[in-house]
């Protein structure tokens, strides 16, 4: 199957999702209320959907039961005004359908599929592997492709067999093959969302859908902002938008520490609904909170636009 030049209409998820974090209490425990306030004031601010439960979400340290209420109590907060996209990706297939059924059960509207890690499956199995989810349960699906993570690339070719699903919808991809990328958007109608910040724009220009930002928790508006201005033609307005997001992209997910450890670490300098990062991580220096909220105000200071 081959596209024109357009993007997919309408978006599978919409085009500005954000990888939400996981508010716990100070004890640890999931702070249910906490995730209600945050994703309200993520919608509020401009984000189309929210991917819970994902990795930015401490999807590995979290319980099958903490996952499905989390759901439960995002689509209380924010009913019909946006999408929710629950990450239900694990190394074992049986298990991976099993948090599926249970994510719709919950009321998400979609899924996100991480390609198992550290077993590292060929390429048949590894479509063996989505297609038993896909089949499971009446949800959309976006793969997850993030081979620095999990050890397994899903290669280009597997890519565009899995397309013809009709539940294997999207792409989050986090390949860092600009090549691959454009040879999948040129052969299926897969939905692509750049899950790396720094690659927004760029993906965007080659046809991607949008994005699942990090990033985003903290500054709800700036990518969506990019994205409009681009779709505008302002194509000069949006490289500046990418490169003034730069002051926290780098300080927030390449500076050494998870995106979870510094987007809680500033959330919570902010006063907003953050609670501790669960072991085996490990909290942010206080220094390091300090110079995250130094960077913020600098950006936010330049663009009120984009404060929440």
Partial sequence: MTTDDHRPAPPPFGRALCAMITPFTDSGALDLDGAQRLADRLVAAGCDGLVLSGTTGESPTTTDAEKSALVTAVREAVGDRAALVAGVGTADTRHT??????????GAD?????????????????????????????LPLALY??????????????????????????????????????????????????????????????????????????????????????????TTGAARLQRRALALI???????????????????????????????????????????????????SEAAQFQA
């Fill in 250 to 300: 780098e300080p927030m997910m390449a500076a050494g520490l998870p995106g979870t450890v510094t987007t809680k670490a500033l959330l919570g300098a902010l006063g907003l609904p953050s609670g501790p990062v669960r072991a085996p991580l490990r909290a942010a220096a206080r220094e390091t909170a300090d110079s995250l909220l130094a960077a913020y105000r600098g950006l936010t």
């Fill in 145 to 234: 492709d993030i081979p620095g993570r999990t050890g397994t690339r899903i290669e280009p070719d597997t890519l565009v067999r899995l397309a013809g699903h009709p539940r294997i919808v999207a792409v989050k991809d986090c390949s860092y093959d600009l090549l691959g990328t454009q040879k999948v958007l040129s052969r299926t109608g897969l939905a692509y969302y750049a899950g790396c910040d720094e690659q927004i724009l760029a993906l965007y220009a080659l046809g991607a859908t949008g994005y699942v930002s990090t990033v985003a928790n903290v500054v709800p508006g700036l990518f969506r902002a990019l994205l409009d201005a681009f779709d505008a033609g302002d």
């Fill in 110 to 138: 979609g899924l996100l599929v991480v390609a198992p890690y550290y077993s590292r499956p060929p390429q048949d199995a590894l479509e063996a592997h989505f297609r038993e989810i896909a089949d499971a349960c009446g």
């Fill in 97 to 106: 359908v099993e948090l599926a059924l249970a994510a719709e059960k919950a």
